[in-house]
Protein backbone atom coordinates (compact mmCIF):
# COMPACT_ATOMS: atom_id res chain seq x y z
CA UNK A 1 0.00 0.00 0.00
CA UNK A 2 1.78 3.17 -1.44
CA UNK A 3 0.85 6.15 1.03
CA UNK A 4 1.59 9.45 1.29
CA UNK A 5 0.88 11.70 4.32
CA UNK A 6 3.03 14.40 3.50
CA UNK A 7 0.53 15.31 1.07
CA UNK A 8 -2.79 13.34 1.51
CA UNK A 9 -2.99 13.29 5.53
CA UNK A 10 -6.60 12.54 6.01
CA UNK A 11 -7.30 10.28 2.66
CA UNK A 12 -4.11 8.02 3.32
CA UNK A 13 -4.85 7.99 6.95
CA UNK A 14 -8.09 7.14 6.76
CA UNK A 15 -6.66 3.93 4.23
CA UNK A 16 -4.25 2.88 6.82
CA UNK A 17 -6.98 2.94 9.93
CA UNK A 18 -9.16 1.09 7.65
CA UNK A 19 -6.79 -1.52 7.56
CA UNK A 20 -6.01 -1.18 11.37
CA UNK A 21 -9.87 -1.71 11.71
CA UNK A 22 -10.03 -5.14 9.71
CA UNK A 23 -7.39 -6.25 11.10
CA UNK A 24 -8.47 -5.65 14.76
CA UNK A 25 -12.18 -6.42 13.72
CA UNK A 26 -10.58 -10.57 13.76
CA UNK A 27 -8.12 -10.03 16.74
CA UNK A 28 -10.75 -8.28 19.27
CA UNK A 29 -13.67 -11.44 17.94
CA UNK A 30 -11.28 -13.67 18.60
CA UNK A 31 -10.60 -12.42 22.28
CA UNK A 32 -13.84 -11.83 23.42
CA UNK A 33 -15.55 -14.71 21.52
CA UNK A 34 -18.31 -12.53 20.31
CA UNK A 35 -18.67 -11.34 16.36
CA UNK A 36 -16.85 -8.09 16.20
CA UNK A 37 -16.87 -5.35 13.62
CA UNK A 38 -14.61 -2.52 13.34
CA UNK A 39 -14.18 -0.23 10.85
CA UNK A 40 -12.77 3.62 10.06
CA UNK A 41 -15.47 5.76 10.49
CA UNK A 42 -14.05 9.60 10.64
CA UNK A 43 -10.19 11.15 10.30
CA UNK A 44 -10.14 14.68 11.04
CA UNK A 45 -7.61 17.42 12.32
CA UNK A 46 -9.55 19.37 15.85
CA UNK A 47 -8.51 20.91 18.73
CA UNK A 48 -8.10 18.39 21.15
CA UNK A 49 -10.99 20.43 23.85
CA UNK A 50 -13.22 20.18 21.39
CA UNK A 51 -12.86 16.11 21.89
CA UNK A 52 -12.97 16.46 25.26
CA UNK A 53 -15.92 18.59 25.15
CA UNK A 54 -17.93 16.05 23.31
CA UNK A 55 -16.22 13.12 25.06
CA UNK A 56 -16.17 13.32 28.36
CA UNK A 57 -16.79 9.68 29.82
CA UNK A 58 -13.88 8.43 28.32
CA UNK A 59 -10.57 5.73 29.84
CA UNK A 60 -7.42 6.67 28.05
CA UNK A 61 -4.05 5.16 27.57
CA UNK A 62 -1.05 6.60 26.09
CA UNK A 63 1.21 4.54 23.57
CA UNK A 64 3.82 5.84 21.98
CA UNK A 65 5.27 5.00 18.52
CA UNK A 66 9.14 5.03 18.51
CA UNK A 67 11.26 6.02 17.05
CA UNK A 68 8.63 8.97 15.90
CA UNK A 69 7.96 11.70 18.12
CA UNK A 70 5.28 12.35 19.56
CA UNK A 71 2.49 9.92 20.79
CA UNK A 72 -0.86 8.33 20.51
CA UNK A 73 -3.60 8.66 22.88
CA UNK A 74 -6.37 6.07 22.67
CA UNK A 75 -9.42 6.96 23.89
CA UNK A 76 -11.99 3.76 25.07
CA UNK A 77 -15.61 4.64 25.63
CA UNK A 78 -15.93 3.90 29.34
CA UNK A 79 -19.34 2.00 28.34
CA UNK A 80 -17.27 0.06 25.63
CA UNK A 81 -14.23 -0.16 28.47
CA UNK A 82 -17.01 -1.92 31.24
CA UNK A 83 -18.78 -3.95 28.09
CA UNK A 84 -14.82 -5.46 27.33
CA UNK A 85 -14.23 -6.43 30.97
CA UNK A 86 -17.27 -8.14 31.60
CA UNK A 87 -17.09 -10.52 29.14
CA UNK A 88 -13.30 -11.13 29.53
CA UNK A 89 -14.05 -11.75 33.35
CA UNK A 90 -17.66 -13.42 32.37
CA UNK A 91 -20.23 -11.13 34.48
CA UNK A 92 -23.37 -12.39 34.65
CA UNK A 93 -24.68 -9.09 33.08
CA UNK A 94 -23.18 -6.17 31.77
CA UNK A 95 -22.53 -3.60 35.19
CA UNK A 96 -24.30 -0.47 35.22
CA UNK A 97 -21.14 2.18 34.41
CA UNK A 98 -22.45 4.77 37.03
CA UNK A 99 -19.52 6.72 38.11
CA UNK A 100 -17.31 4.46 39.40
CA UNK A 101 -13.91 3.60 38.00
CA UNK A 102 -12.36 0.27 36.82
CA UNK A 103 -10.96 -2.11 39.53
CA UNK A 104 -7.74 -3.08 39.30
CA UNK A 105 -8.65 -6.49 37.98
CA UNK A 106 -10.83 -4.68 35.77
CA UNK A 107 -7.36 -2.56 34.00
CA UNK A 108 -5.47 -5.82 33.88
CA UNK A 109 -8.31 -7.23 31.44
CA UNK A 110 -8.72 -3.93 29.70
CA UNK A 111 -5.19 -4.25 28.72
CA UNK A 112 -5.59 -7.34 26.77
CA UNK A 113 -7.64 -5.80 24.44
CA UNK A 114 -5.23 -2.33 24.83
CA UNK A 115 -2.49 -4.70 23.63
CA UNK A 116 -3.93 -6.24 20.73
CA UNK A 117 -4.38 -2.60 19.33
CA UNK A 118 -0.78 -1.95 19.93
CA UNK A 119 0.28 -4.90 18.44
CA UNK A 120 -1.94 -4.09 15.02
CA UNK A 121 -0.70 -0.25 15.74
CA UNK A 122 3.03 -2.33 15.05
CA UNK A 123 2.09 -3.58 11.98
CA UNK A 124 0.18 -1.04 10.08
CA UNK A 125 2.51 2.26 10.76
CA UNK A 126 5.74 0.10 9.72
CA UNK A 127 4.11 0.37 6.39
CA UNK A 128 5.11 3.97 6.69
CA UNK A 129 8.13 3.34 8.41
CA UNK A 130 9.80 0.43 8.92
CA UNK A 131 11.39 1.16 12.48
CA UNK A 132 8.00 1.95 14.15
CA UNK A 133 7.26 -0.04 16.65
CA UNK A 134 4.08 0.73 19.01
CA UNK A 135 4.56 0.58 22.79
CA UNK A 136 1.56 0.79 25.47
CA UNK A 137 2.91 3.79 28.21
CA UNK A 138 0.53 4.30 30.43
CA UNK A 139 -3.16 3.82 31.67
CA UNK A 140 -5.45 6.49 32.97
CA UNK A 141 -8.41 5.47 33.87
CA UNK A 142 -9.01 8.93 35.81
CA UNK A 143 -8.55 10.43 32.66
CA UNK A 144 -7.14 13.99 34.27
CA UNK A 145 -3.54 13.54 33.26
CA UNK A 146 -3.94 12.73 29.38
CA UNK A 147 -7.02 14.84 29.12
CA UNK A 148 -5.14 17.45 30.18
CA UNK A 149 -2.54 17.44 27.39
CA UNK A 150 -4.88 17.19 24.97
CA UNK A 151 -6.50 20.58 26.14
CA UNK A 152 -4.22 22.03 24.87
CA UNK A 153 -2.70 21.06 21.19
CA UNK A 154 -4.70 19.88 18.23
CA UNK A 155 -5.48 16.37 17.48
CA UNK A 156 -5.21 13.95 13.85
CA UNK A 157 -8.60 12.23 15.34
CA UNK A 158 -9.31 8.77 14.24
CA UNK A 159 -12.49 7.04 14.91
CA UNK A 160 -13.29 3.50 14.33
CA UNK A 161 -16.75 2.29 14.70
CA UNK A 162 -16.83 -0.81 17.34
CA UNK A 163 -19.92 -3.26 16.99
CA UNK A 164 -19.31 -6.21 19.29
CA UNK A 165 -22.59 -8.71 18.73
CA UNK A 166 -24.88 -6.07 17.48
CA UNK A 167 -25.31 -4.85 20.94
CA UNK A 168 -22.66 -2.08 21.80
CA UNK A 169 -21.74 0.80 19.35
CA UNK A 170 -19.12 3.06 19.93
CA UNK A 171 -16.33 4.45 18.62
CA UNK A 172 -12.58 4.03 19.25
CA UNK A 173 -10.73 7.09 19.14
CA UNK A 174 -7.30 7.35 18.37
CA UNK A 175 -5.68 10.68 19.15
CA UNK A 176 -2.43 11.80 17.42
CA UNK A 177 -0.27 14.38 18.61
CA UNK A 178 0.25 17.42 16.59
CA UNK A 179 4.07 16.87 16.89
CA UNK A 180 3.38 13.55 15.94
CA UNK A 181 1.70 14.24 12.49
CA UNK A 182 4.15 16.79 12.33
CA UNK A 183 7.11 14.67 12.14
CA UNK A 184 5.24 11.37 10.12
CA UNK A 185 5.07 14.39 7.65
CA UNK A 186 8.42 15.94 7.39
CA UNK A 187 9.96 12.48 7.41
CA UNK A 188 7.91 11.36 4.54
CA UNK A 189 8.83 14.41 2.86
CA UNK A 190 11.68 13.82 2.91
CA UNK A 191 11.80 10.54 1.34
CA UNK A 192 9.86 11.48 -1.33
CA UNK A 193 12.41 13.99 -1.99
CA UNK A 194 15.20 11.49 -1.69
CA UNK A 195 13.31 9.23 -3.95
CA UNK A 196 13.01 12.35 -6.89
CA UNK A 197 16.55 12.57 -6.38
CA UNK A 198 17.67 9.37 -7.03
CA UNK A 199 14.97 9.22 -10.43
CA UNK A 200 16.47 11.84 -11.55
CA UNK A 201 20.02 10.64 -11.42
CA UNK A 202 18.49 7.50 -13.33
CA UNK A 203 17.21 9.54 -16.00
CA UNK A 204 20.44 11.46 -16.35
CA UNK A 205 22.60 7.93 -16.33
CA UNK A 206 20.69 6.70 -18.58
CA UNK A 207 20.52 9.88 -21.32
CA UNK A 208 24.25 9.62 -20.61
CA UNK A 209 23.74 5.92 -21.72
CA UNK A 210 21.83 6.95 -24.81
CA UNK A 211 24.14 9.43 -25.55
CA UNK A 212 27.67 7.25 -25.79
CA UNK A 213 25.66 4.56 -28.05
CA UNK A 214 24.70 7.15 -29.93
CA UNK A 215 28.38 8.37 -30.59
CA UNK A 216 29.72 4.43 -30.63
CA UNK A 217 26.49 4.02 -33.36
CA UNK A 218 27.84 7.23 -35.52
CA UNK A 219 31.42 6.16 -35.30
CA UNK A 220 30.51 2.34 -36.06
CA UNK A 221 28.44 3.80 -39.12
CA UNK A 222 30.93 6.35 -40.41
CA UNK A 223 33.64 3.63 -40.31
CA UNK A 224 31.07 1.09 -42.28
CA UNK A 225 30.17 4.26 -44.99
CA UNK A 226 34.49 4.52 -45.58
CA UNK A 227 34.75 0.92 -46.15
CA UNK A 228 31.88 0.54 -48.56
CA UNK A 229 33.23 3.41 -50.19
CA UNK A 230 36.50 1.37 -50.66
CA UNK A 231 35.27 -1.51 -51.65
CA UNK A 232 33.30 0.34 -54.52
CA UNK A 233 36.24 2.07 -55.70
CA UNK A 234 38.30 -0.99 -55.67
CA UNK A 235 35.25 -2.80 -57.81
CA UNK A 236 35.35 -0.16 -60.27
CA UNK A 237 39.06 -0.58 -60.89
CA UNK A 238 38.87 -4.79 -61.01
CA UNK A 239 36.06 -3.40 -63.68
CA UNK A 240 38.19 -1.09 -65.63
CA UNK A 241 41.40 -3.08 -65.73
CA UNK A 242 39.19 -6.28 -67.12
Known sequence: ????????????????????AERLSNSVSELLGLDTTMSCAIVERID???FLDENVEIVFCQIGLPPIQGELILAIPRRL??????????????????????TKVEQISLMQF????????????????SEIHARFDTLDVM???????????????VGIETIVSQNIIENLW?????????????????????LDRQSRLRGDV?????????IVLESYTT????????????????IQDG
Open 143 to 157: GDELASRLQTCEVML
Open 206 to 214: RQDLVSTLE
Open 223 to 238: RIESRLDQLEAKLDRV
Open 1 to 20: MNLNLADNLIEDSWQLHQQL
Open 48 to 50: GCD
Open 81 to 102: SFWIVSQLLNYSDVEEIGNRDL
Open 174 to 194: LCYTEDFVLTIQTEQERKREE
Open 114 to 129: VNLIVVNLSEEWQQIN
